[in-house]
């Protein structure tokens, strides 16, 4: 299997810069600090920066990117594509940077498939660097402004990227305009309508400007002409329409319509590397839960899911996900680096569906959240922490719906569970 | 009575971050006097009414700032409705907006909407942070806190005043933050920069209504304390 290790036939200085890498990342597993994906990058890149490219070539690759659902899908992607039978390099944990894709490629040297998640502003750079066989665009709507681009501006970014990408595939979603925009400049494109729950940031044209008409997922522009692309696949209730017009049932453990959404995503890849469909969806059933998003624990008796949800579409997918009343929802913000420190997207969030069950508040930003709940007549308790609203909720189920920190910081009081 | 009619001005195309949370604050605090509120949202298809009382205008990148101040030009209503004596508050994109000019896309020169004498162009560097800072003691309004996300730097003519002078972060560039004349009111304060400064929120109300009775004081309790906290974790109280 020697030819099929890729490590071995790298240069000199990138083989030294995988294994100095290697190391830093043990070294940081061992001391506590994470999983040592980003560390191990960052010195490997440092000692040979073009160690990406030197690493990607000869694999095939797919990066996924998108504001919501890039960690799942990453995740359902690569094991519906288990079916073929070859090692996949993966950055499971989601350190979808320069540093972490590098650290995913170096740590599987033999593998001759990667999926990886990446963060939607390196798309250009990775798509040079990695050369993909495929690109999955999933969805593009505000996030974290103190620190991303703006998205207009980043649509533009995909688009040149990928018009100067002849040999990639782009798996994209048709019903989201921005990111149909952004993959209408690639020769090969597999459309997927995966749906569209926010659209606040889609109500105008991303080519002209011209206010989108709108009826049910169609859209099209008045004034420019463009719109919605012919799909291939669908995702309509809880089956998935094949190119071939088949209909099946998802049947997913992972629960609602962002995840059903990512799976037909999955499938569309799947097809593209000629997997059997049928043995790619048996797969995508089998994944319960993702790097801790809708893990189940127990806590003092009562079963705490944990959800976790980073921007407002994010939100309003994982509203709709809540078990429904009276299970009582504990609501947490953070405003640390991670999670943007501007909570002024809170106020895009509808939480009026939350009226009418026990509404617990916590998180560093509690009080930020407490007045956007407010504004919308939700009764609420402000809570210090998870024992706390525990003890509130009285209850013997509790779903925790939480933004990055919070949801980590939740995460580490319960036990990790994978 | 005639209801107090608020205009949130073109959410399809300015609103880029809790922008709603200005119009939800003034419907608030105007219900908790028993004023009617009519709320009216406004897409760039639609004409401006002429008859609303307090007109609010978000955030939004180049392109849309652009095309937003381009069909707003042509409707004239926004204008209509200021020169007869209506309330306009805009923030951030929406703020360099009203301006004689501000820089577009590739910072070229944007003619504004002229309804406040000030010129925007493009900074050296994006400014993002808390903002706070003092507001004119004519307007009797607390100290500004807020969050900021812009690369603009704003000039104020001689028919404009400074809202306030900042004591942290960048505001309009020169140590003022924002601006007005009349009844209109700009700031780079963005998104729901009512939330924090529920002052500010009353200022406009009592420019469109007069004076206000005060509020029951549970009523703000916990937007005085997030107030509070966000001034403390700044070193600002």
């Not at chain 1, 916590?362 to 609203?389: C, S, T, Y």
Request: hydrophobic share 40%; with cysteine.
């Amino acid at each position: 299997m020697e030819e099929n290790n890729h490590r071995s036939r790298l240069p000199m200085r990138a083989r030294l810069a995988t294994t100095v890498g290697g190391a830093a990342a043990t070294v940081s597993r061992l001391a506590g600090k994470g999983d040592g994906s980003v560390i191990g990058g960052i010195i490997g890149l440092r000692l040979e920066p073009d160690l990406l490219s030197l690493l990607a070539q000869g694999r095939r690759v797919v990066l996924v990117t998108g504001t919501n659902g890039k960690t799942t899908t990453t995740r359902l992607i690569t094991a519906a594509l288990r079916p073929l039978g070859q090692e996949i390099a993966s950055n499971i944990y989601g350190a979808n940077m320069e540093a972490g894709l590098t650290s995913a490629l170096s740590r599987a040297p033999g593998a001759p498939l990667a999926v990886l998640e990446t963060d939607e502003k390196y798309i250009p750079a990775m798509v040079k660097a990695t050369s993909p066989r495929v690109v999955v665009l999933l969805n593009l709507s505000r996030d974290q402004m103190d620190r991303a681009a703006e998205i207009w501006l980043l649509a533009r970014r995909w688009r040149e990227a990928l018009g100067n990408a002849p040999g990639c595939r782009v798996v994209a979603n048709a019903d989201d305009p921005l990111v149909a925009w952004a993959a209408g400049a690639s020769r090969q494109v597999t459309w997927v309508a995966a749906g569209q729950r926010w659209r606040d940031d889609s109500w105008c044209c991303p080519h002209c400007g011209a206010h989108l008409e709108r009826a049910g997922d169609d859209w099209s522009c008045p004034e420019c002409g463009n719109r919605r692309p012919p799909v291939s696949w669908v995702l309509t209730g809880d089956a998935v329409i094949d190119p071939s017009g088949r209909a099946r049932p998802l049947d997913l453990a992972l629960p609602g319509r962002a995840n059903r959404s990512n799976a037909v995503v999955a499938l569309a890849v799947a097809d593209a590397f000629g997997v059997n469909i049928a043995h790619a969806l048996r797969e995508l059933r089998g994944v319960t839960s993702v790097a801790g998003r809708y893990t189940q624990v127990s806590r003092r008796g009562c079963d705490i899911r944990l959800l976790l949800a980073k921007n407002p579409a994010g939100w309003l997918e994982a509203l709709d996900v809540l078990a429904p009343p009276p299970v009582p929802v504990l609501l947490s913000v953070n405003a640390q680096g991670p999670d943007g420190r501007d909570t002024s997207w809170l106020w895009d969030v509808d939480y009026r569906r939350l009226r009418g069950r026990t509404v617990l508040v916590g998180g560093e930003r509690k009080l930020d959240l407490a007045v956007r709940l407010e504004a919308d007549e939700v009764p609420f308790r402000l809570v210090n922490d998870i024992d706390q609203a525990v003890d509130l909720a009285g209850a013997p189920h509790l779903e925790v719906l939480a933004n990055y920190t919070a949801f980590q910081q939740y995460r580490a009081v319960l036990g990790r569970t994978e | 009575m005639r209801p107090l009619r608020l205009v949130w001005i073109y959410p399809d195309l300015l609103s880029t971050y809790g922008d709603r949370g200005n119009l939800l604050v003034l419907e608030r605090r105007a219900r908790l006097r028993g004023l009617p509120v009519e709320i009216i949202e406004v897409n760039s298809d639609q004409a401006i009414p002429r008859d609303g009382d307090i007109y609010l205008m978000g955030g939004g990148e180049d392109l849309p700032q652009t095309l937003a101040t381009r069909r707003l030009q042509a409707d004239s209503g926004l204008h209509q409705a200021v020169a007869q004596g209506a309330v306009l508050f805009a923030v951030c994109a929406g703020y360099q907006m009203v301006g004689m000019e501000f820089g577009g896309a590739d910072d070229t020169p944007v003619a504004g909407l002229g309804l406040l004498d000030i010129r925007s162009g493009r900074g050296e560097q994006r400014a993002v942070g808390e903002i706070v800072a003092d507001v004119d003691p004519a307007l009797n309004v607390p100290r500004l806190t807020g969050f900021e996300n812009h690369q603009g730097v704003t000039r104020l003519g001689p028919r404009a005043r400074p809202l306030a002078r900042t004591t942290l972060g960048t505001g309009n560039g020169d140590g003022t933050e924002g601006a007005y004349a009349g009844r209109v009111l700009g700031t780079y304060l963005h998104g729901p920069a009512l939330v924090r400064n529920p002052g500010l929120a009353d200022l406009l109300l009592s420019w469109a209504v007069g004076p206000l009775p005060s509020l029951p004081e549970r009523a703000e309790e916990l937007a005085l304390r997030l107030r509070d906290e966000r001034l403390s974790a700044v070193n600002a109280r």
